[in-house]
């Protein structure tokens, strides 16, 4: 069965800063996405990048970069020059190209230090 | 693009009634539907996928003559939760895609907090 594990349930950095988030899937699929979504406190669900497994060059948003290593199955998310705003909880997803389900990660809590 | 509306935002309800959460695509034609369930500090649990105009699929464990889920048209999922408990409380979230959006993405609205008394 396809697993995502995030294995940090909180991170905090320094605004300004760069902070990492880790993301580990597991699958036998060749085809598939993956995608971060933020949850700030209003708890709206927000798309911040997303990445095409066929694709190698790694997604990038403004801020926002992944590590994509498909064949180590890992799926970071960069988040340069950190601001309040980014302060949420981050979820790894993956789905399949055949299945329209979404695998969550737990979650990572990302505190902003002012 | 891609929005996607809940209502009510909040409800309130007495044990043992029912009450109804709309799940709407505002711009889109929404082919399925999800509904999730999110308890605090933890990630989104799926309860339900539903097509339009089919009768949703339920994952293991969750009951459907309790949470009754209706995909009449493309841009409307409903999520009733008949006779609620103090242990149905917490935060429904709808997700919806479609064929204009892309690569399976799924738009999600802003949840509905139920608290059931």
């Known amino acids: 069965a396809q697993t995502v594990t995030q294995s940090q349930p909180e991170m905090s950095v320094q605004e300004a800063e760069t902070v990492t988030l880790s993301c580990t899937y597991d699958?036998?699929?060749?085809?598939?996405?993956l995608f971060w979504y933020k949850q700030p406190p209003s708890r709206q669900m927000i798309l911040v990048i997303r990445q095409e497994a066929y694709k190698q060059q790694n997604a990038t948003e403004n801020r926002f970069s992944v590590n994509f290593q498909k064949a180590a199955k890992s799926f970071s998310l960069k988040i340069s020059d950190s601001q309040l705003g980014d302060a949420a909880m981050y979820f790894c997803a993956y789905i399949e190209d055949s299945n329209y389900q979404l695998i969550w990660g737990a979650g990572t809590k990302l505190i902003i230090k002012p | 693009g891609a929005v996607v509306s809940q209502h009510p935002s909040r409800v309130i309800c007495k044990s043992g009634t029912s009450v109804k959460i709309e799940c709407r695509s505002l711009d889109f034609q929404a082919t399925t539907m999800f509904w999730y369930r999110q308890f605090p500090k933890q990630s989104l649990m799926l309860m339900a996928t539903s097509n339009e105009g089919s009768k949703a699929t339920y994952e293991q464990g969750v009951e459907k003559d309790k949470f009754l889920i209706n995909h009449a048209s493309l841009t409307l999922s409903t999520l009733t939760v008949t006779s609620a408990h103090p242990e149905d409380s917490s935060f429904y979230i709808c997700s919806a895609s479609g064929w204009a959006t892309t690569s399976y993405e799924q738009y999600f609205g802003p949840g509905t907090r139920l608290t059931v008394t």
């Open positions: 699958t036998s699929e060749s085809d598939y996405y």
